[in-house]
Structure formats: structure tokens, C-alpha cells
């Protein structure tokens, strides 16, 4: 270790050890040849992501069968609706129906509200955490 440099010195070269350093040479001949062989490579192997091309316009019939890599059924909107009711009405309810649970929940919100507007008017409590309920 030498105690006469200061840190931000230690571990660079000196002005010297610069000048000696030799420049990386490249060859551009064999720069290009792998730049042109990736080139020439991507465009062999992405010319099958291209589709072909089909110029036809509606009513037009193609000079072959188009195929599609995947299949997909569309189904009729009138023939969905009947078959989804249906199977609707097919299935029973899964739960027991409560006779006036609709009148319970709103008569207990309705008591839920009157405790606040209580609480906002009663001018005896001054603060917030008086007028919590």
C-alpha cells in the first residue's frame, strides 16, 4: 500500500502507464462479415412469420383454400340466448329465500343514517371524537 497517494489516486493508471496502453485494433473486414451474416440470418429465418399475399376484394373467390392455423367456432346470437335461458331455468335456486331481509337491511341502514344526523346536530358536542358514536 502506498500511504503517499491520496484514495481518489489509488487503482488509476498513472499518466504514463496511458500513454503506454495500447489501442484495440479492429479488423472491419471481419466486423462486416458478422455484421452482414447476422443480417442475412435474421432474414432467412423470419421470412415463414410472413404471411402470403392475397389481393382480393369482397366477392372475389381465392385461387386456393386459405387455412388457418387455429380453429374458432362462432356461434349464432339468437341460438346462444335460447340455449343459455334455457339452461338457466334448467338449474333450481341454491339458496332459501328470506322473507323480509330486503325491509330488515334497510330499516337498520335507515337507523345507521339517523345516528349521524343525531350526532351532526346536537351542538352540546363540540369535537369529533365527542360525536363519535
Known amino acids: 500500500m502506498k500511504p503517499h497517494l491520496s484514495l481518489s489516486r489509488r487503482g488509476r493508471k498513472k499518466d504514463s502507464d496511458k500513454k503506454k496502453s495500447r489501442r484495440i485494433r479492429l479488423d472491419w473486414k471481419r ?25 382480393l376484394s369482397p366477392g372475389d373467390t381465392a385461387p386456393e383454400d386459405v387455412r388457418a392455423h387455429m380453429s374458432v367456432r362462432y356461434l349464432q346470437a339468437a341460438d346462444y340466448e335460447r340455449r343459455q335461458t334455457e339452461a338457466a331455468s334448467s338449474v333450481p335456486n341454491m339458496y332459501d329465500p328470506v322473507p323480509y331481509a330486503v325491509d330488515q337491511s334497510l330499516h337498520g341502514l335507515g337507523l345507521v343514517f339517523d345516528a349521524v344526523r343525531r350526532s351532526r346536530a346536537d351542538n ?10
Open 31 to 55: 466486423v462486416s462479415l458478422a455484421f452482414i451474416t447476422i443480417v442475412i440470418l435474421s432474414i432467412i429465418l423470419s421470412i415463414h412469420i410472413l404471411p402470403d399475399r392475397l389481393t
Open 124 to 133: 352540546t358536542l363540540r369535537t369529533v371524537d365527542e360525536k363519535t358514536i
